[in-house]
């Protein structure tokens, strides 16, 4: 699939799950937007049962016996797989936005922050734009 | 000074034309307006509760009624008539209403890749064959459970096996989008053969306030959302592993019963043995 048709899949109703399997270094030098780091080795990779498409990321050069190896791993669990022409070089090519992964979640109780009480509070004063 | 006065004697020549003067003409998006929560924004049981314990604070209206009407009217969006009106732009209409502190929607939505791909406000939010004024949103059960996919994956990292739980919003904004009112919760449980409970993560995503009164945005970004990575899922015997994505209409904590809240995304995997 071309980083274009990926990117259009991403906004449709059907969005592609996309597996990044580059490795963890260049995963977290920057990715496609919602990519999950699967490691670099099917073997030791397992999803959640599934459906729907699935998108590749590869490293650079990868070998056919890879890209075989990776189809194997992910097909019994009911992916339709494509692999990103050109790999992550193509996507960024292409002018498309890059993630630079990172954690920003917060567990409850574990900030000083207080959850709002009402559905709609408003702090004046309110409008305030960039 | 002079165009003031003259902006003033203008105005008062042309009185505001009422809604209903509207209606006359445009007779359907008047229909499909109507039906929309915008249009009763000052009417709903949960505004009027809420006004009340602000000590009814007439910022609230300049939202949620600008023209002292039961909601969002005709004016609020085209501007006091008349015609012809000046073309719409979207989203920066709506910024007016939705950004604000504890509101992000228009701006995150300028970074996200649907507006890349040209999709703006009103090609997810408005029905199929409404036209252009059918605005639906989260209380729509069936649009609500397009808004995120919840997937799991377990991958091999020097010998460690981690488990990612990963949430893709598709919101075109933040999830939860809108005010501070709503929250999506991340529910991880490891269940042993059993199928009991051995242990269990949970994440909450939405607004928060700091201790000097701020709001801080702990939303999902949109397209990119959270890969919430967890070693050792298989601890303490567990063989099946269980996520799912709640939206509750409550910002406060899980306890607290919300009767609209929807589980918009589910996954499960086994562990090999």
């Known amino acids: 699939m071309s980083p274009d048709s990926v990117a259009d899949a991403l906004v449709s109703p059907a969005p592609p799950l996309i597996l990044d399997a580059r490795g963890r270094d260049q995963y977290a030098l920057g990715t496609v937007p919602g ?60 002018g498309l936005p890059v993630e630079i992964p990172a954690s920003g979640h917060i567990k409850p109780g574990s900030t000083p922050f207080i959850i709002p009480r009402g559905l709609c509070e408003i702090n004046s004063p309110a409008q305030v734009r960039e | 000074m002079r165009w003031l006065i003259g902006l003033i004697l203008l105005l008062t020549a042309f009185p505001a034309l009422a809604d209903e003067d509207c209606s006359e003409c445009h007779i359907e998006i008047q229909r499909h307006f109507a039906a929309t929560a915008m249009a009763v924004a000052a009417r709903s049981d949960d505004f ?16 949620h009624a600008p023209s002292q009407a039961a909601g969002v009217v005709c004016a609020d969006c085209h501007g006091n008539g008349p015609h012809p009106y000046a073309r719409l732009k979207v989203p920066d209409v709506c910024a007016r209403c939705h950004d604000a502190p504890g509101e992000s929607t228009v701006r995150r939505h300028k970074s996200s890749l649907a507006a890349q791909r040209n999709l703006n406000c009103l090609s997810c939010h408005v029905k199929l064959g409404g036209g252009t004024h059918a605005i639906m949103g989260a209380t729509n059960t069936e649009f609500l459970s397009m808004a995120a996919r919840l997937h799991l ?105 919300d009767p609209r809240q929807v589980t918009i995304s589910k996954a499960q995997m086994t562990l090999r043995q």
């Not at chain 1, 490691?39 to 459906?51: A, M, V, Y």
């Not at chain 2, 809420?50 to 604070?57: D, L, R, S």
């Not at chain 2, 567990?238 to 904590?253: D, N, S, T």
Request: with cysteine.
């Open chain 1, 35 to 94: 990519a999950i780091n699967a490691g670099r080795e099917p073997k030791g990779f397992l999803p959640s049962t599934g459906s729907g498409p699935l998108v590749l990321i590869l490293k650079k050069g990868a070998t056919s016996y890879l890209k075989r190896s990776w189809s194997e791993r992910l097909s019994p669990y009911g992916y339709k797989i494509s692999i990103l022409n050109g790999g992550f070089e193509a996507w960024q090519a292409a």
């Open chain 2, 48 to 63: 009027k509760r809420e006004w009340g314990e602000a000590k009814q604070n007439p910022e609230c209206l300049s939202c």
């Open chain 2, 153 to 257: 994956a377990l991958r091999q990292e020097n010998g460690q096996q981690i488990l990612v739980a990963a949430v893709r919003p598709r919101t075109g904004h933040a999830l939860p989008g809108g005010t501070t009112g709503r929250s999506v919760w991340l529910i991880v449980r490891g269940l042993g053969g059993d199928k009991s409970e051995r242990w269990r993560e949970t994440r909450r995503f939405g607004w928060l306030k700091g201790p000097d009164g701020a709001w801080e945005e702990a939303t999902l970004a949109p397209d990119i959302g959270v890969n919430l990575e967890l070693p050792w899922p298989g601890r303490d015997g567990v063989q099946v592993i269980e996520a799912e994505l709640v939206y509750r209409f409550r910002p406060g904590p899980l306890e607290e019963p």
